[in-house]
């Protein structure tokens, strides 16, 4: 599908949107550009691109299935460069990648966008507003279009770190959940995304510091801007890794600590359980034995004998209580 | 064992396979390259490869003994490349390596498959059917069959992502199995895989940045493409060790609370039989008590003595019931 | 907020603040230039200095937003550099990171700070006292703030030292408390350090080892020697990863070790309740057995009978005490 | 110790064996080199090599005292190198490690094993069969000695894979073993094999590629292929390294679920022995209250007093053991 | 305080001591150099020092203040190097760390020393021994203090590697330890030794291929031996590292099965006493029965009843016990 297709000249749109036959005549006016941005394209569609600017086989090949790694391409005077967007998504806490690719020739930009990536548009008019980048030619949109995304690349760090700061909390908590599962899948998400952002820092490190011969050379700082902003990406998602190991580690601790005070106070209501029935078992022996049949047991026969059995029984029972106690048992 | 021996010119197969001798000669013909294939050739067959295309001991020695590294070597006008093949056996949920060899000279290819190595006939098909890269010459069929080795490499990280994932479910299910011995073997596995691939980086990084004068300059390109491929999948394997890592930690978190689980209830049962043997041992002990035979028990007298000491009795463990409940013990 | 403006000439700095506008006309004077010390300045203010010494719209942007990683970036004839100025507050054990900005221009240097920033009046007055350096221009200025906000760091290290050596005596204290949160909040700060100090390095680098034209050659050394220092610091901060890595290894050991030795106790103190209970159960079974009414049990006629059964008892009990006393049940 | 001390010219090894002396007068002659091995030679033995060959004193320094790291060192026209052989001993799976030194000059090459190093007269043999090398000069005899002690780090690896195989069945076996000691003693031999191997790597690939003035520029493809067999010894090591890291913490989990196993198996049984005890409370506190003495106690009169209680307990008790068994106590 | 101050000339000692003024002037007699020792120089001492051999400032302060990193600084026709030095104190198995700043200039040696730190005045008397040495100036100075300093690493490696064997055994012995504490104290050391240690090489590795102008340049080669040196202490310090990091895993297994073994015992211990309780409980119940009061029990008249009984309690509690024997309860 086309979703957009335009001539610049001069740092500014030529209004309208053409088709693509004509996209390929404007391509070839001294001093214009034109920009096609493509969603999606079926065979047919990409086809004529391909043979109108002469694209790389490789290229095109790579361009029509998705699931690249990031990369820069240099071929004869074509540039051919992959991006990955991210974003993230609130509700299931999840990163969803898309994919663009970018053709940019000396006087061509094409855009291939696949579902699900972030929005274009916005890039257009944002970078329609800049004649004075425009005037560099396809290098400016390419530019404006890393830029983006290397721009989006930032909440969905932000909500990594939202959600790892929440794992930490749980963690830490007293309320004894074992959050292993969830660790686990944000380093699941962490090593993804990783292998996603940190291969683009290659090429943008080529883009800015030896500038290819169909890029305007000014345009180098700029990249260099765009390359900074990915780096500090990059190096926040290592730390999540590191943070992730870290914390996944401090859960077993944690995990274990609980377990075992659930345990220790279960083994301390069975030991107070246990003394209980051991201070009983003390009248219970007394009372067996006087209440054996013998004929001749003198004790039964006194008139102070079964009060001072009680006593004996009390005495024997206070101290099993005291000396338990003393010991912490009860 | 000669699987196939043909020649190509200007782009095509001239008709039919040769015996060894005619590859020979047709070897000298200006334009022309002949293209062996041999499966595990024996001493002799091989030796009169070699005194033709006047291989290098080295590399000869190294063709005959399996288990060598991915490497390509560059001898005066011959290039020497061992590839790893790789299967995945859904079966044993295992990775079964093969090996193939490739003599690259100005004139010649001679490909040397080890059991079990990938199929390359479907390779010849291929490229055969691509004049346009055929003209290339013998680096074109270098170029095919990396191509080849490489893709099927894809298989083998979609069948390693399915365990993991499947290994993941089984870490954080209910069930309470230990899958720690599949979680170690399938590190085993990637790093295995692993050392079949990344050595293969560097090879084709010489392949496709500078060019050898044997090949044709221009195919450059598809093999940085391959290197592309390969490059993601060596990156999707570090990311394989990073999660096994992960998850063999996880299983010990996921195992260990599971077993306290399974520790607490026990608990919990002894807890509560020793509070009913608690119970009972108080009415036990007050029967004891008035089964003494003393002569003088005033209370073994009265007519309410004997409802009394059962109603005393019934308190007592309803007391203790309630206070045994009130204490989560029953 | 304006902080400070000067103009400095021949090492010496001219009496007095200037307004913005005079500081455009100084920066003009050959051999003099001016010192803008800026505060989080509003849009207005900035923007006239953006105009005056025409910065990068890149570097501008960056100066504005705050939350940048440390990088030095060279337009044409201006240097960008953002530095992470770095305090450790001992109240809650926790660092706070602040950022200064400098534009350094042939005749200009503009510093801006985002709260919370580390001083820099300070640093003016010492280099204000070192008519030497000054006489380097900017590059002095550049080297005097690097320099100032590198040494801030190390109260910041000494800070994170004492907090793992107290977590480490801790750990392996008999008090048998569980400090794995504060490791991993630790941990947590150590990784967000290193993330503000060692992208540094790389800048340092080329400020000492090639002078960049607007600054005065013989300053390489001065900077080598800031790089020397921020070396210290980032070698330190990696040690500080690696020791609380173990020490929450240590931690997982020794917390285990104390409740094995809790659970240990508790199980020895049941075991001597059940002996004790079992020594009980002895006489009670004995007393129960002389305890029943058979017409026909001639022991229960013998006078010798319960004298006898008396010691049977107290043989058992003591024989159990010594079997249980040797086992070391008791 | 002088092991043998040939000339070798043209290829081909001069008849019969030399005093020193005469290899000296031996290695002037055009077009000849010898080769002198010694085993641990006194201070005497070697000072007359040193002085004839104008040994470096550093190098000479390093060639008595053994413990040395394996390395390459260029002085004027002398090449010094140190290599570590390794053996792998099955009886107390353990590797003992040897060192071999070497002097390379133009004319001379000097070997000095040091106990317990593998041989070198099976080299000396193997290379004298090959005048093709051998014409190479000094060089090819480096060649040879490297290309064996490389191949016999093989064995080493295949008796380490063996090991490592038998840990990790011990590991995962029902059998209930701790192999914890074992794991970490192949850690360390992994380690210290590591040391021995991975500094010649460097080394190798010097020699490989950019020959030295004193060696046959034809030889460097020789060493390439000596590095590549180590470069599989390297790796296969870092392999090991990984996976006995994983297997020390597979082995923890391992331990811990058998114990834990064994702990609930104990906990099921004693939960067992509790509940029959509970049950064979309840007839005795039944028991006991009939066995009162009460004056009134009307039930002792009921002709059906005795089988209804008999009734009353057997019913308790399977009421009891019923419910006990509901609940999987029993 | 000044240790010693001495003129060389020709690669020999010109005889006595000087005092600093005249060492001045002896450092600008053609072919002859000053080496001056100080040891925690006053301000007053240095600051003539620096004046005459106008020494850098900012090497100046790094020499006053200790706890520096090992670094080479050349400025103009200065060297500056600082070394750490280390001792291993046997007594509280720790290392001691000094410092060692050296001025390198063509005609002078300043060599300032911090306690505590290894004394130099052997290496003094070394190096005089050795004229040929000598005779290279001021470099054979740095290289003998260098060497020194290097091999005085050794005596702490083996104390570390005396002390891990020590812990290896404490964890794989049965005595049952837990010298987690002690592994963390060893790491820690590790880790400051490699801080300590590591960044000397890149500074030796500049003198070694490299050499400065001011040094001689036959002095490269002695610089690579030293360096050799350190690369064998830093390779042994990694992997002391890896295996403290192993054995602190192991010790955690270790120290679990351990306490898992007296877990078992006690439950053992537990579940016999138990098992024992309810054989007694069996008879108790038996006799209870017997001895209730009803007056229709036909077996409390029969003869043969008592007799009966206790063969039915001996029959049932020799049942217990010989199944309770089969389970392995007893």
Tied chains: 1, 2, 3, 4, 5.
């Excluded at 090593?191 to 030896?210: G, M, W, Y």
């Amino acid at each position: 599908m086309i979703i957009d297709c335009a001539v610049y000249q001069q740092g500014k749109r030529r209004p309208g949107t053409l088709a693509l036959e004509q996209a390929y005549e404007a391509a070839c006016e001294p001093g214009a550009f034109v920009w096609i941005g493509l969603y999606e394209p079926d065979e047919h569609e990409f086809d004529s691109v391909r043979r109108e600017f002469s694209l790389h086989e490789l290229a095109v090949e790579d361009a029509i299935t998705a699931h690249q790694r990031p990369k820069l391409e240099a071929y004869d005077d074509t540039l051919f460069v992959v991006l990955k967007t991210a974003r993230y998504l609130e509700a299931d806490e999840s990163v969803e990648f898309g994919e663009i690719m970018l053709f940019i020739g000396p006087q061509f930009v094409v855009a291939v966008r696949h579902k699900p990536a972030s929005e274009l548009r916005g890039v257009r008019k944002q970078i329609e507003d800049r004649p004075d980048l425009l005037r560099f030619g396809p290098g400016a949109v390419l530019y404006a279009i890393m830029d983006r995304v290397v721009d989006d690349y930032l909440p969905v760090i932000e909500g990594l770190d939202k959600d790892i700061q929440e794992v930490e909390r749980e963690v830490f908590s007293e309320a004894g959940s074992n959050p292993a599962e969830r660790i686990y899948m944000l380093k699941r998400e962490v090593i993804e995304f990783h292998q996603s952002t940190a291969p683009l820092v290659e090429p943008l490190d080529r883009l800015a510091s030896r500038p290819f011969a169909l890029l305007h050379q000014d345009i180098g700082e700029y990249f260099r801007d765009v390359e900074d902003h990915l780096l500090r990406v990059v190096e926040r998602v290592a730390g999540f890794r590191d943070l992730l190991t870290s914390v996944l580690d401090a859960n077993l601790t944690q995990v274990g600590v609980r377990q075992s005070e659930v345990a220790m106070r279960q083994n301390a209501d069975m030991r107070k359980i246990s003394a209980w029935v051991a201070i009983a078992a003390v009248p219970t022996m007394i009372a067996g034995i006087y209440g054996m049949n013998f004929d001749h047991m003198p004790e039964l026969r006194w008139v102070v004998g079964y009060p001072l059995v009680l006593l004996v029984m009390a005495v024997a029972c206070g101290g099993l209580y005291r000396a338990f106690k003393r010991n912490g048992w009860l």
